[in-house]
Antibody, heavy 120, light 109 residues
């Protein structure tokens, strides 16, 4: 069974950093791109960015507004993708999801999300 | 950036009725990279439709997607109680950024 589990969320002060993890199981993690999305409380879905699989260069793409503050990486030996968030702002508060990205179907499996609260 | 605009914002229907949800893009979208998601309260989104018209695994045939270019539609036939949720359209083209519509809430009338 394909599963994705996010972890690392919590309460953090503005300006601080936080690293989220996304652990995949039930599939060949290294063969897939991984994307991150977020959802502010009571709001819609927002794409954060994604990392391609290493056969496709392992390169990353980001939402324009987040470029430079957020960094996505992966460790295929552990089946984990990371979202490093720096210089956090109150508007970064929300539920962060990771997804497996299929070439054709896009984000076909989602984790349950991890909550990030940025507040003083 | 491709802006997706969904209509209506809220759809009030009774079980057994048909729901028709619309998503309009600010510029042409490759149908290959257009999807619909369902999200229930407190749950992660679930992929319903990809490639504009292909049902994801396990999605009943009551759900169908159509459209191309800038206009896409999600149709839900014979609404069941479990279908009342928020639906998002999404484009995930080869040229980021990926974007979502603002969502359509399908509520029980």
């Amino acid at each position: 069974e394909v599963q994705l589990v996010e972890s690392g969320g919590g309460l953090v002060r503005p300006g601080r950093s936080l690293r989220l993890s996304c652990t995949g199981s039930g599939f060949t993690f290294s063969a897939y791109a991984v994307s991150w999305f977020r959802q502010a409380p009571g709001k819609g879905l927002e794409w954060v960015g994604f990392i391609r699989s290493n056969p496709f260069g392992g390169t990353t793409e980001y939402a324009t507004s987040l470029k430079g503050r957020f960094i996505i990486s992966r460790d295929d030996s552990k089946s984990i993708a990371y979202l490093q968030m720096n210089g956090l702002k109150t508007e970064d508060t929300g539920l962060y999801y990771c997804t497996r990205v299929q070439a054709v179907a896009g984000s076909d499996y989602w984790g349950q999300g991890t909550l990030v609260t940025v507040s003083s | 950036e491709i802006v997706l605009t969904q209509s209506p914002g809220t759809l009030s229907l009774s079980p057994g009725e048909r729901a028709t949800l619309s998503c309009r893009a600010s510029q042409s979208v490759r149908s290959d990279y257009f999807a619909w998601f369902q999200q229930k309260a407190g749950q992660a989104p679930r992929l319903l439709i990809y490639g504009a018209s292909s049902r994801a695994r396990g999605i009943p045939d009551r759900f169908s997607g159509s459209g191309s270019g800038t206009d896409f539609t999600l149709t839900i036939n014979r609404l069941e109680p479990d279908d009342f949720a928020v639906y998002y359209c999404h484009q995930y083209g080869s040229s980021p950024p990926w974007t979502f519509g603002q969502g359509t809430k399908v509520e029980i009338k």
